[in-house]
């Protein structure tokens, strides 16, 4: 039986290789935000949306929670 993950057939290599190229024009990931933080004056604000109780637990140093 076939299960929902591969239901949807694997996108043409041309087709992805598009996807992925344009979201980098609206996404950041997690080793720019980390370069950014190392660099000792981030130009942003790091929410953590968590739940107080996880935010205390633990969090990125410099998050808001």
Do not use: I, N, W
């Not at 087709?15 to 024009?25: E, I, S, T």
């Not at 980390?34 to 109780?53: E, K, M, N, Q, W």
């Amino acid at each position: 039986m076939q299960s929902a993950v591969t239901a949807v057939p694997p996108a043409p290599a041309p087709q992805a290789l598009a996807h992925f190229a344009a979201k980098l024009a609206f996404e950041t990931d997690c080793d720019d935000v980390h370069a950014a933080l190392a660099s000792g004056a981030p130009d942003f604000v790091l929410l953590d949306v968590r739940g107080r109780a996880a935010y205390a637990r633990a969090h990125v140093p410099g998050a808001v929670s």
